[in-house]
């Protein structure tokens, strides 16, 4: 629009199948517009759309430090400006994680094309604050597990954007954690560790496994608490049956039960598929209570998603013989179904659920 801007709302869900009468419901909305000038709590949009005059185009940008409970879809040349926009340091920590939030999402549902939502990720590589930085990793963790069954030439190619992304900012920050270091900056440092681990960077992937040996060789400062999660699992997967058996050790023995569940999460991660058969077997005995009894599924995910999901089907009763109904039994299936993503899964998913009672997790499942 010339000398403004048109605002429309609409029915957003994450499947991008509102009906008619989902998308007639209208909702009286502050747009909360930024500029340059200022930051306007209004306008307030009360109908289906509206026009804004505004003078200068060159920067706006609706919902003000994302105060309002909505996605704002913007056209691709529009985001590109906005990334423009923060590194002039124009927006606020709150924006550029909304930003990266509303993008990700909208690009998930279909409403945005993922080339935009990597066209502002790759603006930020600057970036120093540790929420933002936890919304990024955690995007492109979204992506990648979106795209697991894609052609290996793809998930290698955002294997690499991840590391043209990360690795800077993971080798400056290191992982030679300082006693009394902020806590923020340690879980920037962790989280940015971990995601330059798996997309295959080989200086992260070699201080992971020598962490990993000295730690089982009995130096427990080796591995720093923080990194302790990824270092296993990075260990299982550049390793085999003898780091899955360190690591089952370690599960048995350990006292604490943060200490299990960390063994148990890496575990997860192995590649050797006589020690996933192993696992996956222990999951029903006693071995492993019900409240432990899904950490391990985000790692087995990713290397045996299939075979999981056979698993689960063929030993539906003594899951949730052993779980028990209620809350429990969501939060075993929703990461294992999230990770099932072709239209022949969901298909298989729904006939299967379609004979089970999922009354006590259905909203979990939807």
């Known amino acids: 629009m010339s000398g403004g801007i048109h605002v429309q709302q609409n029915r957003f869900l994450e499947n991008a199948d509102a009906s008619e009468a989902e998308d007639g419901t209208l909702y009286p909305i502050f747009l909360a517009l930024n500029t340059k000038a200022d930051v306007q709590k209004g306008p307030l ?122 690795v800077p900012r993971a080798t400056l920050l290191g992982w030679g954690f300082e006693k009394g270091e902020d806590s923020l900056l340690t879980r920037q440092m962790a989280s940015l560790f971990e995601s330059a681990a798996f997309a295959g960077d080989a200086t992260f992937i070699k201080a992971a496994v020598e962490m990993f040996d000295s730690f089982i060789a009995g130096h427990e400062s080796a591995i720093h608490p923080n990194l302790r999660r990824a270092v296993y699992a990075i260990a299982l997967k550049h390793g085999g049956k003898k780091e899955y058996k360190d690591l089952l050790a370690m599960y048995l023995e350990a006292r604490k039960q943060d200490e299990k569940d960390n063994a148990l999460r890496g575990m997860g991660h192995t590649l050797d598929p006589d020690c996933a058969k192993e696992l996956l077997d222990m999951m029903l005995k006693k071995k492993i209570n019900k409240e432990s009894i899904s950490l391990p599924i985000h790692g087995l995910s990713h290397g045996w998603s299939e075979i999981l999901w056979a698993w689960m089907k063929e030993n539906w009763l003594a899951i949730s013989t052993k779980i028990g109904n209620g809350l429990a039994v969501g939060a075993f299936v929703t990461p294992l179904s999230s990770f099932l993503g072709t239209i022949g899964h969901i298909k298989d998913a729904q006939a299967f659920f379609a004979k089970q009672d999922t009354s006590y997790f259905d909203q979990k499942l939807a």
Request: proline share 2%; net charge neutral.
């Open 45 to 166: 949009l009360v109908g289906r759309a509206m026009k804004i005059p505004l003078g200068d185009l060159d920067f706006f940008k609706l919902n003000s430090d994302h105060v309002g409970i909505y996605r704002t879809l913007y056209a691709p040349d529009r985001l590109n400006k906005l990334a423009q926009a923060m590194k002039k340091g124009l927006l606020s920590v709150e924006d550029r994680i909304g930003l990266i939030a509303d993008a990700s999402a909208l690009a998930s549902s279909g409403y945005q094309k993922t080339t935009a939502l990597f066209d502002l990720l790759e603006n930020m590589g600057d970036e120093i604050e540790t929420l933002v930085w936890n919304q990024i990793v955690s995007c492109l963790n979204t992506v990648q597990d979106a795209w697991k069954f894609e052609k290996k030439d793809v998930r290698e190619s955002l294997k690499h954007f991840t590391r043209r992304l990360v």
